[in-house]
């Protein structure tokens, strides 16, 4: 079955200091992998995705990803965390039948 | 730029209620979706539509309906409300398909069955 994994429902890390959100995946051929962030009350916003080629994308607000192939992940990085990056975090690997399998979810807590 | 507009904001049926949440989008695109989030399960497909005229069915397309009026406007109908329907919903779009079109999505609907 064609899956996508978010180990830690919540991660807390202070101000500052570097954040990763994890996901891992398993879909069959060359998914493309996309990250969404969700706010409060709000829709999910497109962060970035992977296409082919360097393994690590950048995306907005200063998030960037890093593509593993053989370990079939795309961790969510940033290399100093603000409060405002506090947020439902969303792994979603789509398939080339145009099915886009969504995570559950991995909330990032900053502590200020 | 409004993006896509979803309307109600929030809404509280009885079990047996109908109603249509209304979604409408402003970026031309072609692709537009009707997705639930429940606490812990991430977003689930009910009904996409990858083209003016044509719907298919998502995940969990069972209790709803949906209509793709033009290119534009995309509204997803409850004819018999249950209590199991009590989640969020959001209305996503697309300039393409899902592989490599990111999705545009509303502000949600908060529905509660009662």
């Known amino acids: 079955a064609q899956s996508v994994a978010q180990p830690e429902d919540q991660v807390n890390v202070a101000e500052g200091n570097p954040l990763t959100v994890k996901c891992t995946y398993s879909?069959?051929?060359?998914?493309?992998l996309f990250w969404y962030v969700q706010y409060p009350n709000r829709g999910l916003q497109f962060l970035l995705k992977?296409?082919?080629?360097?393994?690590l994308v950048k995306g907005s607000y200063g998030f960037e990803a890093e593509f593993n192939k053989s370990q079939t992940s795309f961790h969510l990085k940033k290399p100093s965390a603000l409060v405002s990056d506090s947020a439902l975090y969303f792994c979603?690997?789509?398939?080339?039948?145009?099915?886009?399998?969504f995570g559950k979810g991995t909330r990032l807590h900053i502590l200020p | 730029n409004a993006g896509v507009t979803q309307t109600p904001k929030f809404q509280v049926l009885k079990t047996g209620q109908s109603m249509t949440l209304q979604c409408a989008q402003d970026?031309?695109?072609?692709?537009m979706y009707w997705y639930r989030q429940d606490p812990g399960m991430g977003l689930r497909l009910i009904y996409y539509?990858?083209?003016?005229?044509?719907?298919d069915k998502g995940e969990v397309p069972n209790g709803y309906n949906v209509s793709r009026l033009n290119k534009r406007e995309f509204s997803l109908r409850l004819e018999s409300a249950a209590p199991s329907q009590t989640s969020v919903y959001f209305c996503?779009?697309?300039?393409?398909?899902?592989?490599?079109?990111?999705?545009?999505f509303g502000n949600g609907t908060r529905l509660t069955v009662t």
């Open positions: 996503a779009s697309s300039a393409g398909g899902t592989y490599n079109s990111p999705l545009h």
């Open positions: 979603a690997p789509s398939r080339r039948d145009d099915k886009i399998i």
């Open positions: 992977y296409i082919t080629g360097d393994n």
């Open positions: 879909v069959s051929g060359n998914p493309y």
């Open positions: 970026m031309n695109h072609n692709s």
């Open positions: 539509s990858a083209s003016e005229g044509t719907t």
